[in-house]
């Protein structure tokens, strides 16, 4: 993999956060829900982590990318998610972030099944594990706000 290709590569996934990060802001302004908007609002700050994480292996190459390998309980593969309004519902709010990371894994999966040299197919697969790893952590948060409980 050439510099330039790298650089690509690892831009384009740091636009990818800014552009998450940018929508659950937007979104944490638009619902009137205090829990929603709470929800929105960390997962704005988690994916300026994200971004920073990779902004920082960008600045070091030599650094691994590698993320922890989840499983993938397909929960937003099973549901259909509203769109963005004023009055979500948590869990319904919880799900369209499930569905945002879900296309951004899909599609690190996509590139990295399509690549011929390693170096790249290892990347995209790594970046498609981060991925998955958000999804699965809202996954277990939508499991734990949809279906909570009685004690």
Known sequence: MDAEQFETIIQNAIEGEIEARDFYAAAAEKVDDAAVKEIFAQLSRQEEGHRHRLQTFKSDPMAKVEFKKVTDYGVAEEQDWPKLSMDMKPADAIGLAIKKEQAAMESYLGLADSMDNAEFKKLF??????????????????????YPEDW
Not at 127 to 138: T, Y
Request: hydrophobic share 40%.
């Open 125 to 146: 697969s790594e970046l498609s594990e981060m991925e998955r790893g958000h999804k699965a952590n809202l996954e277990n948060l939508f499991v734990n706000v949809a």
